[in-house]
């Protein structure tokens, strides 16, 4: 992915809360299709997310991708992108409230 795309996501200042990890977790624990999750923050505060899905499809990995994203969204912006590698999918996702503060999230669903 072009590093001019990142720009916006590198440059946010993600603020954690530690309950996120555990509802990501338990969201993901009833998303269809998912098979196994592993859900970490890192000093800096962004969460990484990794999916193995039941049965990998692009289609599928979308759209667990877009229920997470729906279910972590901030009322002021929300910005992702992705990126199809083989037999994955990588997603950068931001989310905040006015101001800036919100999470960042990279989210890799094989």
């Known amino acids: 992915m072009e590093t001019e795309a990142l720009k916006i ?3 946010f200042r993600s603020h954690v809360r ?7 977790r338990m969201f993901l624990g009833v998303e ?3 098979g196994e999750c592993l ?31 729906e279910f972590m ?3 002021y912006f929300n910005i992702y992108m992705g990126e199809e590698l083989k037999n994955q999918v990588r997603y950068y996702f931001v ?3 006015s ?7 990279e989210v890799l669903i094989g």
């Open 32 to 34: 269809e299709g998912v």
């Open 73 to 75: 969204r901030h009322s």
């Open 9 to 11: 996501f590198e440059e």
């Open 95 to 97: 989310t905040g409230l």
């Open 39 to 69: 859900v970490e923050a890192d000093r800096e505060q962004k969460i990484y997310v990794n999916i193995i899905l039941e049965k990998f499809s692009y289609t599928l990995a979308k759209n667990v991708f877009l229920h997470l994203s």
């Open 18 to 24: 530690p309950e996120m990890l555990e509802d990501i």
């Open 99 to 105: 101001g800036k503060d919100g999470i960042k999230m």
